[in-house]
């Protein structure tokens, strides 16, 4: 049984595949004459001897190691199983799907802002999406010396750089402090442009960045609407209609809103009254000019109706020459 205990053809596999992982080193195993390679949908498998890549394949299926997958290896195209002797290589399964992923700023972000000598402090929240783009620069940073690597540590890494791309981003040209959402887009695709730069260094694309929303302080958010009313009250046109509305809404005959309503409809009988005093006087002032000249008026001054040039009023029979 010692003799031939050793010999058991073994199955090459990533078996418990997560999508939430990059890559899985199959290891340690001697790989004997019989065994088989099994890749799975949305998975790469890399041969690995004394540290070196010897061959990368990328199509799902099963494949017999000594007759489909030796040949094809780098050094070891001439390889032959001994009788009690295998061969001793890793494996490394990498995840080739695109994983998209949640983040969050974990601390408020001081964003530089005038008036504000701490700056503006602001949380944010959204997805980014990454995978494996370097086979060769990811196996000498991560996978050389890791049995896997998750998504959550990328994650790690990505987190620990949004603070200062998000500051980056958001001062760049000025942007509005109050209003971040409209550049949202713009404000992403910076981050991932830098994301991505710095994240290629170990071999990982960051494919995607979006944000979702942008959060301010509470006391902050009250001040912006509290700012924003007082602008809309500046216009008295916005705050008669404002007022009208809410006293409309209410359906209530008192109450705060029916006052304010009362007093603005109030102010607006008193503007045309105003208006049509004026305008009376602005007319009766002309047709008393052009009498005074000895020409009919264009209009009567008494009841204002136009003359079209008579000596007499066609409406009320005031003399006008």
Not at 65 to 76: M, N
Not at 283 to 310: I, R, V
């Amino acid at each position: 049984m010692g003799l031939f205990g050793g010999q058991f053809a073994n199955v090459v596999e990533w078996q418990e595949f997560r999508d939430d992982i990059l890559f899985w080193k199959w290891s340690n195993k001697e790989i004997k004459k019989g065994s088989r390679l099994i890749i799975k949908p949305g998975q790469d498998a890399i041969f690995l001897y004394n540290g070196k890549v010897e061959g990368v394949f990328r199509d799902d299926g099963s494949y017999d190691i000594e007759s489909q997958i030796i040949p094809f290896l780098s050094t070891l195209k001439g390889f032959k199983f001994g009788f009690n002797s295998g061969l001793r290589a890793e494996v490394l399964f990498i995840n080739t799907k695109e994983v998209l992923v949640k983040w969050g700023t974990k601390n408020p972000v001081l964003i530089p802002a005038p008036g504000l000598p701490g700056g503006m402090p602001i949380r944010s929240f959204g997805t980014f999406s990454c995978k494996v783009a370097d086979y060769d620069v990811f196996i000498e940073r991560i996978a050389g010396i890791r049995q896997q690597y998750s998504v959550e540590e990328v994650k790690e890494r990505i987190i620990s750089l949004l603070d200062q791309l998000l500051m980056k981003w958001i001062a760049k040209e000025g942007r509005d402090m109050f209003n971040l959402q409209v550049n949202a887009s713009e404000i992403g695709r910076g981050i991932q442009e830098d994301l991505d730069m710095e994240m290629l260094k170990i071999g990982i694309s960051i494919t995607g960045f979006a944000i979702s929303s942008f959060n301010y302080p509470e006391e902050v958010q009250k001040m912006a609407e509290k700012a924003a009313a007082q602008s809309m009250i500046g216009d008295v046109g916005r705050f008669q209609q404002v007022a009208m509305g809410e006293a409309i809404a209410s359906g209530k005959g008192g109450g705060t809103a029916s006052d304010m309503a009362g007093i603005a409809m109030g102010l607006s009988m008193g503007q045309q009254m105003a208006a049509q005093m004026q305008q009376n006087q602005q007319m009766q002032s002309a047709a008393l000019q052009q009498t005074a000249g000895g020409t009919a008026p264009n209009f009567c001054p008494d009841c204002g109706t136009k003359t079209n040039g008579a000596n007499f009023c066609p409406n009320c029979g005031k003399k006008l020459v």
